[in-house]
């Protein structure tokens, strides 16, 4: 009554088959240049023995110029399910050795289903993106896939995390599909991310330009924007995925996997207290900061590259979750610009869709002055962040360290934009202006009379300075909960988050706020 | 080749500019190699008054067009220089200190070289992007 040996056979002979994808010779190739096969990048993906194929027998279906004739196993794309640290995870790998890992309407329907189930399985996905694009065969059945690629990535978004790793070619429409996803790791070599290539841009407009100007991972890490991580290889890009999602829930209707044990340090931390300079306008690294808050100082940047004047990642405080928002002093004096007001705003709002509360740590002259700013709409840009703070109803906390200086202030969550706790530090300064320029306005007149305008203008800074941005001001009208010491800050924030763990905060029943795009 | 320099609404950009008498008037001459955050500015020939504003406005103007100028990052006033013309500096080296919205800046060697040329001294008051000394 056993399974016939010839039937058994038939099987085996197509899983070979289709395993072989574009055969030995291309794979070999890749291999030779450090890179993985869409099969090996899974494999690699997740756990050892997890990974369960969907769709390995599927087969093209394009009718045209001959393709008819023509195999393409799995039609150029690899998908399935697996588990990545004891939770399951679906992905998809485009598989460039078969007909360049072209999009055609089968191949976009294996990665559509993918999507469709870790919507309903609340899990999340990550895309090896590495495509030659659209199947030009497939006419515009195959634009229509990308369509609805498109469209699902918008249903998930939010619901659960989604990654795109670019491991090879991702031009043109096909690079809206991770643009839509919420972070993107790209291959320092051997990938490139573009809508018109050099080519298409020197015919139409005649500018002469590079893959690196205007494709290249540095090119999207530091200049655009687009990218969050650059990965030396494929083996990196994956510990990448891997770290990234040891901080993220599987959806959102979970908690991100924090790590509470049941007792809690309480303990100073006098490194804290070194770390903050004497002079007000000494920068310092706010990420030595972040990592003395961070649990083993463990701290995943994102957008390292990309508006380094403020610093957004994730890490753990007392075994919870969060994610942090900081200025960097050391960046264009930690000034907010708009390069800056999208990176942070965007991070807001992905850490609100997922549970995770955030931390802010404010060092913040203000809004970057220049015509640049102003022309290029900083005030459409800036407002994304208020209207990120002001919407996130997970736990927000405020830690002020030094300048907290007028809309910035606002604008990196003060208690008016819904902080549940503010925290300052002594060395806080927190007013409606700088005190230069307050004098200058306050005390026109008086100055103008002045014998050593100069001489006066800075005592009367220094009185402004001690009266009117004094943190103890800001905790006597309650806009500050409390001052502390640099050292107490991470014992507070700990014990403040495990008290924030059951908040619940309701909004008026709409179908989405407008926020300024 | 000429260069000139094109003040656009208060920002300089220093373009290059390459008479091509042959070329159609809608080929423009290529764009200066500037810092890569640096957005490029072509000038079309032969008519280099009508630059077009292509700087993206997120972005540092191309001022810096020298080869190994070391552009300001933002608008400030020069505190310190902490080298000399002539004097080797490591790339992460201190050049010089800016002070910009209440905070010092520190402009770092951005590679290896030898200070050629330092175009700023203490007090002065400098524009994003504008080159504060070049390295060779």
């Known amino acids: 009554m056993a399974i016939s040996k010839s039937v058994s056979e ?69 998908t399935g399910t697996g588990f990545i640290g004891g ?45 030659g694009g659209a199947r030009i065969q497939e006419g515009v059945g195959a634009l229509s896939a990308y369509g609805q690629v498109f ?27 991770p643009a839509l996803t919420d972070f993107i790791i790209m291959t320092r070599e051997h990938a490139s991310l573009f809508i018109c290539g050099p080519e298409v841009i020197r015919a139409v407009t005649g500018q002469a330009t590079t893959m690196d100007e205007i494709g290249s991972a540095d090119m999207h890490a530091t200049v655009a924007g687009t990218i969050h991580f650059i990965a030396e290889d494929d083996a990196h890009a994956v510990a990448i995925v891997h770290r990234l999602l040891s901080f993220l829930p599987s959806n959102n209707m979970m908690d991100p996997p924090h790590r509470i044990e049941p007792e809690l340090s ?5 490194e804290l207290d070194e770390l903050v300079p004497d002079d007000p306008k000494t920068p310092f690294d706010c990420r030595a900061v972040i ?136 060395t806080a300064e927190i007013a409606v202006m700088g005190a230069e320029g307050a004098v200058n306005i306050l005390y026109r007149k008086e100055l103008a009379e002045a014998d050593d305008r100069a001489a006066r203008a800075a005592e009367l800074a220094a009185e402004y300075r001690e009266e009117f941005s004094s943190p103890y001001l800001s905790a006597g009208m309650l806009f500050v909960s409390d001052v502390l010491q640099p050292r107490e800050t991470r014992a507070a924030i700990a014990l403040t988050l495990r008290g924030l763990m059951s908040k619940r905060e309701t909004r008026p029943p709409k179908k989405h706020g407008n926020i300024p795009l | 080749m000429k260069r000139l320099r094109i003040t656009v609404e208060g920002i300089a950009y220093d373009v290059t500019v390459e008479e091509l008498d042959a070329a159609p008037a809608s080929s423009p001459a290529a764009p200066k190699q500037a810092s890569p955050t640096a957005a490029a500015v072509t000038a079309p020939a032969p008519a280099p008054a009508a630059v077009p504003r292509a700087a993206a406005p997120a972005q540092a103007p191309a001022a810096t067009a020298e080869p190994g ?5 933002l608008a400030g006033t020069v505190v310190q220089v902490e080298v000399s013309v002539g004097q080797s500096v490591a790339a992460g080296d201190s050049l010089l200190v800016l002070e910009a919205m ?24 400098v524009t994003e992007g504008q080159a504060l000394l070049t390295l060779s």
């Open chain 1, 10 to 78: 038939g099987l085996e002979r197509r899983r070979a088959s289709a395993l072989e994808a574009g055969g030995k010779q291309k794979a070999d190739d890749r291999h030779a240049k450090g890179r993985l096969t869409a099969r090996e990048r899974l494999d690699s993906l997740f756990s050892a023995g997890t990974f369960q194929e969907v769709g390995l027998h599927a087969q093209h279906a394009t009718r045209h110029f001959g393709m008819e004739k023509k195999s393409l196993p799995g039609d150029g794309v690899v």
């Open chain 1, 87 to 131: 939770r399951p995870a679906a992905a998809f790998a485009q598989d460039f050795t078969v007909a360049g890992g072209t999009l055609g309407e089968i191949h976009a329907r294996k990665i559509c289903q993918t999507l469709d189930h870790a919507l309903k399985a609340g899990i999340p996905v990550i895309g090896f993106n590495d495509s």
């Open chain 1, 151 to 177: 469209y699902r990535n918008v249903q998930l978004s939010g619901v659960v995390p989604q990654i795109s790793v670019i491991a090879g070619p991702c031009a043109g429409g096909a690079a809206y599909s």
């Open chain 1, 266 to 270: 309480l303990a100073d931390d006098p």
């Open chain 1, 291 to 426: 990592e003395r808050l961070a649990d083993d100082g463990d701290f995943l940047e994102v957008s390292a590259g990309f508006a380094q004047n403020m610093v957004i990642g994730f890490g753990r405080i007392g075994g919870i979750v969060v994610g942090f928002v900081a200025n960097q002093p050391m960046v264009k004096a930690g000034a907010i610009d708009i390069d800056a007001s999208d990176k942070a705003a965007r991070f807001v709002r992905f850490c609100n869709a997922f549970n995770v509360p955030l931390v802010n740590l404010v060092d913040v002259p203000g809004f970057l002055p220049g015509v640049h700013e102003e022309r290029g709409g900083i005030i459409r840009h800036g407002a994304k962040l208020l209207f990120a703070y002001a919407s996130a109803t997970v736990p927000k906390l405020t830690v002020i360290m030094r300048k907290a200086y007028g809309g910035a202030y606002i604008a990196m969550c003060s208690q008016d934009m819904g902080a549940d706790r503010i925290i300052a530090w002594p």
């Open chain 2, 69 to 73: 100028a070391v552009p300001s990052p």
């Open chain 2, 102 to 125: 209440k905070m010092n800046t520190t402009i770092s060697a951005p590679q290896n070289g030898t200070v050629t040329a330092i175009s700023v001294a203490p007090g002065a008051t």
